[in-house]
């Protein structure tokens, strides 16, 4: 053979297996899962999970899920992959992952749907469906129950994207990111009844670079929540209700725990929720901080609390013993948040009488309860107020 045609045929060979990972696509329906919304498609998407995850490093591949709905019961997609990249791929309409109707098979699992290890992992489409209701009469009711299940949990993940995911009726959370790097949120829908218990939209814990943006969160607990070791986080175009607002918290449950710092929360619009955005903590010990945080250009519309700092959280008054937390609130900005109060108090800040917080700003605050002048309540806070502040600051 010429050399020329060698060299050729090489490039040819390499081109084509460039081409091929890069267009590899797995339908989970070709691994025997069926879209008919009974059936248990389970081991059909971990077969083709691993079909995508064992592909050729030098590629990407795709597992797809076609319009149908696909029951599942809890499943692991776990890494780390020889691919590049994995995208796990519903259509954006007609295609839903069901629990199954009893939530006892969901059991003590704590999680529904969980990538683990993975990285250049990429969630796009579809809906999640927990069918949650039942679950949640059994809490409300006070039975014997399971611990329940987080619908869709990303740990140890890195270099993540979730897009265009719709997530109904959770039995907890809608979505955990636990020891995460450089994860994308954007333009989900999240959605379950006021009235369901601990349903926060999206919870973030141990996890650096964390983007949720252009989302729509309508849940029973949080919208977002926000753990200890969270660093360099933005949460931008999120409308938040009904819910318990955009928390910082709860901070100081353990002795020793790491800190929440850099958050910035922008042009958010919070509608009729339980808080606008809170800083809440344990009272008691803690080595805790939350620092460098910046809520900025929110919009209230008849939020009980719009602006909290909640360092006494202690339910039943079990285990705080000094009724003081530990965790160190400081460089706390708010400015540009406007709207009303369901509340007279708008803004309050109750602060640890042992680690008073220090170095909160207040810029261009206009807040109104009933049409009329609304109030602030400090304890154990400092800072300082520029702009027009309404109500009037108690630093």
């Known amino acids: 053979m010429a050399p020329n045609i060698a060299v050729t045929l090489v490039l040819l060979i390499g081109l084509f297996e460039r081409c091929s990972s890069a267009t590899a696509a797995y ?40 319009r149908g709905s696909f029951l599942i019961k809890p499943v692991v997609f776990s ?48 809906t999640v469906d927990a069918r949650g209701h039942a679950y949640w009469q059994c809490r409300r009711y006070g039975k014997s129950c399971t611990a329940g299940a987080r619908s869709v949990s990303l740990f140890w993940c890195n270099n993540v994207v979730v897009s265009g995911l719709r ?23 999240i959605r379950a009844p006021s009235s369901s218990p601990n349903t926060d939209g999206i919870h973030i814990e141990a996890s650096t670079g964390v983007t949720i943006s252009g989302s729509t969160i309508m849940t029973g607990d949080d919208c ?28 100081g449950d353990n002795a020793n725990e790491d800190g929440v710092q850099n958050v910035t929360v922008t042009s958010c619009v919070f509608t009729k929720t339980q808080n606008g955005v809170r800083i809440k903590t344990w009272a008691r010990a803690s080595n805790g901080y939350a620092t460098n945080i910046v809520f900025r250009n929110l919009i209230m ?17 079990q285990g705080c013993p000094r009724q003081s937390s530990g965790v160190k609130i400081s460089r706390v900005t708010y400015t540009n948040i406007r709207g ?16 008073p917080c220090w170095g909160l700003k ?34």
Not at 169 to 174: A, G, I, K, R, Y
Not at 301 to 317: A, R
Not at 363 to 389: E, F, H, P, W
């Open 27 to 66: 339908n989970v329906v070709s691994f025997g899962a069926r879209g008919d919304g009974n059936t248990d498609s389970t081991k059909a998407f971990l077969r083709a999970w691993s079909a995508a995850c064992s592909t050729s490093v030098r590629g990407a591949a795709t597992v797809y899920v076609p």
């Open 79 to 126: 890494g780390p992959c020889r691919s590049s990249r994995v995208t796990f791929q519903m259509d954006a309409t007609g295609t839903s992952l069901v629990a199954p109707s009893n939530y006892w098979e969901l059991g003590n699992s704590g999680t529904w749907i969980l990538f683990i290890k993975v990285t250049g992992l990429s969630v796009y489409g579809g």
């Open 167 to 189: 997530s109904m009726n959770s039995q907890t959370m809608h979505m955990a990111i636990d020891n995460c790097n450089n994860v994308v949120v954007k333009n989900v829908k």
């Open 224 to 251: 977002i929540s926000i753990g200890s070791g969270s660093k360099n986080l933005w949460l931008e175009r999120i409308a938040c209700g009904p819910g318990h607002g955009i928390s910082i918290g709860s901070l």
């Open 301 to 317: 519309k008849n939020v009980n609390n719009p602006i909290i700092i909640d360092q006494k959280y202690c339910p039943g008054n």
């Open 340 to 355: 009303t109060s369901a509340s007279k108090v708008a803004m309050n800040f109750y602060c640890s009488s042992s680690n």
């Open 362 to 395: 207040l810029q261009d605050i206009r807040l109104t309860y009933l049409n009329k002048a609304a109030t602030s309540y400090c304890a154990n806070a400092g800072g300082s107020s520029s702009g027009v502040v309404i109500p009037r600051s108690c630093f």
